[in-house]
DNA sequence: GCCGTTTTCGGCCCGACTGTTTTCAGTCG
């Protein structure tokens, strides 16, 4: 499936008609590119059936393109256009504040092709000569940079987890074909469920280590094998992510496996109580002198320790230890908790699913209720709803209440949060709503205290039932806004306005630090999809992972009540 | 470059915000 190959191509076509100054055509690209981001048939079959033109923004020109890539792979227009302006547009893009027409600017001025080199020219405090630009931009892209610089760096687990899902069954696969017993897992970060994943590490035990390897490097998906061998094989796949498979003796998969899922100071925790107990822990087993004490599971090798067993999610080195050893560990929400999702977008705004199929996605899912929260907004961008549209859906979904057995829709909406903390919508277009979430999705460069003032407002408006993304941030892209939490915390228990985890994995927002000091505060919190189409409902387990990791019961999150409990627990406007 | 019961040319999504400007251009969502 090519679709993100065009997407991506015929994104930088636009970016570079953008510098160049074109105008019009760089929105036409990226209207055909939004297009086909969002088809869920892979676009080859479009183009065989001759069907492209037929696709929204897509005309005889654009087609024709498309063409090419699907049968070249790629595309000579953008080859040429790259020629002209060879910068890194993505790196370059990816600092906040610099879009196309700047980095056009500083190409034609300086020469600046790179991160680095626009970093360079900041720090000489070129920037400032540029006409057009000044001081503030100069700040601006040197606090910005760092963060675009990391980027490439840690892959979101909403990347991560499906490839890495993907690659151990096919491993468990071929360990089954060979009729062997063998045992296979993820490990690292990806175990522990940190929101982002430097590379993924699979460690298995298997009689036959070398068909293991060889399955693992001729993957389809492999780029460059980096090293293969008995006991440890690495390969970078073709989207830059470095996968490192390790085998280890059936005897020592507990060990190996707490040692290669860490983190690094929790083992050390846990090797300083082993000394203390006379004994020796490394990835091959709990020792006593040279006898192996414990080493096959897990589970033996805490219990030996004199440890209550420690969920992955927790294994951070922030008092779980010491918890385990008082057997005071809390008993973590289970991934299958969640009775509804709260937060869901549909056609009606900027989603792609209808309300029906949304809600019967939820209830395959298992869900009782799901609330429908469509953007109330002005912005044409995501199709928001005014009042008369939100009435009209009200209809829709009481329709389908009657209609629909198992599953409950309730009223929603999604309304931003203004820059001084007013909601823009009106009470009498939110009086009739089963739920309100209010977000802030502009004007984030307010200083601490001013977004702290606003986050409170808007809780006290009496109209909103739960705080969306609290701080807004988008890891590796948008740092999140400052807040005083303990204000917050306050006034969310005071006014009865939960707090949200928004579970996708760009957001996990709250995350799980800040989730964790909301709970210890004595707030309860929503774990929400924000879902804009039916897939993204499945996201729901990124947002539990970050309330495990924050050391969150089951009755610290409302949306794992039954229906009748929640509807008494929530605010209505 | 796309598109059309304002249709084959002449528009094209829009509002807020920021930083650079004396009236506007670029970015973001």
Redesign the pocket.
């Known amino acids: 499936m090519k679709n993100l190959l065009v997407a991506k191509i015929l994104n930088e076509v636009a970016d570079m008609l ?1 510098m160049q ?1 074109v ?3 760089p ?3 990226r209207r ?1 590119a939004r297009t086909i981001e969002s088809l869920a048939e892979p676009i080859e079959q479009v183009y065989a059936k001759g069907k492209l033109e037929e696709l ?8 024709k393109k498309i063409a090419e890539i699907v049968e070249t792979g790629s595309l000579k227009y953008h080859e040429e256009l790259k020629e002209k302006t060879p910068v890194d547009l993505e790196g370059l893009l990816a600092v ?8 056009g600017l500083l190409y034609k001025r300086l020469g600046i092709k790179s991160l680095d080199e626009l970093e360079r020219a900041a720090l000489q405090h070129k920037i ?1 000569t540029i ?8 700040e ?1 892209i040197l606090s910005s940079i760092e963060l675009a610089k990391r980027r490439k760096e840690r892959a979101l687990i909403g990347t991560a987890l499906p490839i890495a899902d993907e690659i151990c069954e096919l491993l468990r696969a071929e360990i089954r074909t060979k009729g062997t017993v063998g045992k296979l897992e993820p490990a690292g970060s990806l175990r522990r469920m940190k929101e982002t994943i430097g590379d993924i590490d699979i460690l298995a035990a298997t009689k036959d280590p070398i068909h293991l390897s060889d399955a693992l490097t001729q993957m389809a998906k492999v780029r460059k094998v980096l090293e293969k061998g008995e006991t440890k094989s690495s390969v970078i796949l073709e989207n830059n992510l470095q996968v490192d498979l390790r085998i280890v003796d059936e005897h020592s998969f507990g060990s190996a496996l707490m040692y290669f899922t860490g983190s690094k100071d929790h083992n050390i925790a846990l090797r300083k109580i082993a000394i203390a107990k006379g004994l020796k822990l490394n990835e091959y087993g709990l020792f006593k002198k040279d006898e192996q004490v414990a080493g096959r599971t897990e589970e033996e090798v805490y219990e030996k320790l004199g440890l209550e067993y420690i969920p992955p999610e927790l294994r951070e080195d922030r008092g779980e230890v010491a918890a385990a050893m008082n057997h005071a560990l809390p008993e973590l929400i289970p991934y299958d908790a969640i009775e509804g999702d709260l937060q869901i977008h549909t056609k009606w705004s900027d989603g792609r699913h209808t309300i029906e199929e949304m809600a019967q996605a939820a209830k395959a899912m298992g869900y009782g209720y799901v609330a429908i929260t469509d953007h109330y907004s ?4 995501v199709n928001g709803l005014n009042e008369q549209r939100l009435r009209d859906q009200a209809k829709e979904i009481d329709g389908l209440n009657e209609k629909l057995s198992g599953i409950r829709i309730l009223k929603g909406a999604e309304v931003d949060i203004a ?1 001084d903390g007013r909601l823009k919508a009106d009470r009498s277009a939110l009086k009739d709503l089963d739920v309100v979430v209010a977000s802030v ?3 984030f ?1 307010q200083t601490k205290k001013e977004m702290t003032r606003r986050l409170i407002s808007a809780m006290e408006t009496g109209l909103v039932s739960i705080i969306g993304h609290p701080t807004s941030r ?1 890891i590796n892209a ?1 740092n999140p806004c400052e807040i005083d939490f303990d204000e917050v915390f306050e006034a969310s228990k005071r006014t009865g306005t939960y707090l949200e985890i928004n579970s996708s994995p760009a957001r996990l927002d709250l995350n799980d630090t800040n989730a964790g000091l909301a709970v210890r505060a004595g707030c309860k919190l929503a774990i929400n999809t924000d879902a804009h189409e039916r897939e993204d409902l499945q996201n729901m387990r990124f947002g539990i992972a970050t309330a495990r990791r924050a050391w969150m019961r089951k009755l610290d999150v409302i949306n794992s009540m039954p229906l009748t409990e929640l509807t008494r627990a929530i605010r209505k406007p």
């Open positions: 953008d100054g105008e019009f055509k929105n036409a690209y055909a929204p923004g897509v005309g005889s020109a654009i087609a906040e504040g610099v879009g196309p027409k700047t980095v400032r006409k057009g630009l000044g001081p503030k931009t100069e601006n002005t912005m044409p961008i820059g999705h502009g004007t460069k988008k948008k």
